[in-house]
């Protein structure tokens, strides 16, 4: 089996030859890493292929999250709802929310016209094309990077991000069926999103949607804004692999997340593996090295020894693909990213089945 096969067959819960080992490659610590200024980063498409391609270069059999992509941190989906954009020098940029008051919501934002000409959307279309294009083919075929691929932030957070958080939780009590139906409308614009992207990407075989607001809220909230939410969104694109990302706490949710129609959890570094095999049974859990106390500032024996203490439990769930729980941090150095890779990566070697 190819990198990309592996990985495929671990995120449909099949049996890859290797447990597939993956790396998020986003800003603003692969820029800090490689001297380069985030804004950059952002604005010039061959900066940014380049240094995703350095990174792929130096882990060859790793898989990159979201791999070679023009990804815009937490501020896309956002910006198709009118929130202005604040660019940083060496850090992501950031939004500043946009809706004053919920009640609103349904007509200021039930029609916002073309989506190919708002917020970040034209710069994002622009550079998706021009990696494309510029891409050199064997990333396709090695690790179907652009190869309708796509990472969103999902509808509940971006709602949160359009309305401000502490607003949006607040909603939730005071303005329930408002807010209902502004996520109804948030779904379908980001479904329709999507399928704009398509016509750059082709059909989509792997989404990211990242959402950290299961963390937030109770389980009554999950159930009546959450859950049908997400399920929509992953079901509208049904041979897609769809992978939920949240590193906050999410021990105590397990069971909501595997309805949450996912076929890979990227789980923070809070999940037990020996609970989530019981619970998890349609969800291949993917993680979780903590990217702060371990990977940032731990000692190079540490990292090797927390790997493979993870290469081993994780190669017990009924799926598993391996990576860190979350972007590594800008303190993180070399040598720690280095052992991470290189020790799973061997692990993986060392108990792969039918491979030479």
């Known amino acids: 089996?190819?990198?990309?096969?592996?990985?495929?067959?671990?995120?449909?819960?099949?049996?890859?030859?290797?447990?597939?080992v993956s790396l998020l490659n986003n800003c603003p610590w692969i820029t800090h890493l490689y001297r380069v200024k985030a804004k950059e980063y952002y604005n010039r498409p061959h900066v940014r292929m380049a240094l995703q391609i350095a990174l792929q270069e130096r882990y060859p059999e790793v898989m990159l999250m979201p791999g070679i992509?023009?990804?815009?941190?937490?501020?896309?989906?956002?910006?198709?709802?009118?929130c202005k954009i604040f660019w940083q020098e060496n850090n992501a940029p950031y939004v500043r929310p946009a809706?004053?008051?919920?009640?609103?919501?349904?007509?200021?934002?039930?029609?916002?016209g073309n989506l190919s000409n708002r917020g970040v959307a034209p710069m994002f279309l622009e550079q998706y094309a021009f990696l494309k294009e510029n891409m050199p083919p064997e990333y396709k075929k090695k690790?179907?990077?652009?190869?309708?691929?796509?990472?969103i932030q999902g509808p509940i957070e971006t709602a949160a991000l359009i309305r401000g958080y502490t607003d949006f939780f607040i909603d939730l009590y005071?303005?329930?069926k408002q807010t209902l139906k502004f996520l109804d409308i948030i779904v379908q614009i980001l479904i329709d999103w999507i399928k704009t992207v398509e016509k750059i990407s082709g059909k989509m075989k792997r989404i990211i949607i990242c959402d950290h607001v299961s963390s937030m809220i109770s389980r009554d909230h999950l159930e009546k804004f959450y859950i049908p939410y997400i399920k929509s969104l992953n079901d509208e694109f049904p041979n897609a692999i769809k992978i939920y990302h949240n590193e906050g706490r999410t021990l105590h949710i397990l069971d909501i997340i595997c309805r949450l129609g996912s076929n890979v959890f990227h789980c923070g570094p809070d999940i037990d593996f020996k609970k989530a095999k019981d619970i998890c049974t349609n969800l291949t859990i993917m993680g979780n090295l903590d990217p702060k106390t371990v990977l940032s500032t731990s000692s190079v024996t540490e990292v090797k020894r927390e790997t493979i203490r993870i290469m081993r439990e994780g190669s017990k769930l009924n799926g598993f693909i391996f990576t860190n729980s979350a972007a590594a941090y800008t303190t993180t150095p070399w040598e720690n990213l280095d052992t991470m890779i290189n020790t799973a990566v061997s692990w993986a070697k060392k108990h792969a089945i039918n491979r030479d």
């Open 1 to 20: 089996m190819s990198i990309l096969e592996d990985y495929t067959a671990a995120a449909f819960q099949k049996k890859p030859e290797m447990i597939p």
């Open 69 to 82: 992509f023009p990804e815009f941190g937490s501020i896309i989906e956002s910006s198709l709802f009118g």
């Open 99 to 112: 809706l004053d008051n919920m009640k609103d919501a349904e007509y200021k934002y039930r029609s916002i």
């Open 143 to 151: 690790y179907g990077y652009l190869d309708g691929v796509m990472m």
């Open 174 to 176: 005071d303005y329930p």
